[in-house]
């Protein structure tokens, strides 16, 4: 058995998973929209555009996401999603990307007794992300 991350958004899903697809060169899968329910008291609340369920796929493995009902959504606590990057360089375009517009930076881009960078900090669209390269770090 292996575990699937399950992200939830306040009505930003559909972007925030195309950009995590295109970031981690991935693909989208599947997108089922409220307006694709097959009777109207299938749909939740909130009009036809939000996102019942999206997955992507990123390697071998995939993520999925939907977005909540308005007033239903909890910001995520007490997880992260975590990268490792295989170099300095991808470290840092992740990072770019991901930090534009974030809505926390936990711990800036720094050096660490683990790693060579490592990063914490949450997405514009509320996802707490961990990034880290251990490089030349790496136990072993």
Not at 25 to 54: F, K, Q, T
Not at 89 to 118: H, K, N, Q
Request: contains cysteine; negative net charge; proline residues 9%.
């Amino acid at each position: 058995m292996k575990p699937t991350i399950y992200l939830m958004f306040p009505g930003t899903c559909l972007e925030a998973m195309t950009l995590y697809a295109n970031l981690l060169g991935g693909s989208v899968l599947h997108v089922s929209h409220n307006r694709d329910v097959p009777s109207p008291e299938d749909a939740m609340p909130g009009g036809p555009d939000l996102v019942m369920h999206m997955t992507i796929q990123v390697g071998d493995d995939q993520i999925m996401g939907s977005d909540c009902p308005e007033g239903m959504y909890q910001a995520p606590q007490g997880f992260s999603v975590t990268l490792a990057p295989e170099s300095a360089a991808e470290f840092d375009r992740l990072f770019a990307s991901l930090s534009v517009s974030a809505l926390s930076m936990i711990m800036p881009p720094c050096e660490t007794f683990w790693a060579e960078r490592f990063a914490m900090l949450t997405d514009r669209f509320g996802t707490p992300w961990m990034l880290n390269f251990t490089g030349s770090k790496m136990p072993g």
